[in-house]
């Protein structure tokens, strides 16, 4: 999800930094280094833009 989904709409009323520290430390949210907790992708037609990454087993699937 994008950033701004993040903090918007996933982690309304919530510190969304704490939420991802915690949520990186019970494996639920994929870094994309130790010093950054969002990834960069690059998405067609847009260009780069940071991204959370959840496993796909935390959202019922089996696959990360």
Known sequence: MT???WAEEVCRGLNPQ???AA???RGLL???D???RAKSVTVPGVGKIRTYHVP???L???DD
């Open 3 to 5: 950033t701004s989904a």
């Open 30 to 32: 994929l870094p994309q």
């Open 60 to 62: 019922g699937g089996s």
């Open 18 to 20: 704490a939420v991802a």
């Open 34 to 36: 130790e010093r950054h």
């Open 56 to 58: 796909a087993a935390f």
């Open 23 to 25: 949520m990186i430390e």
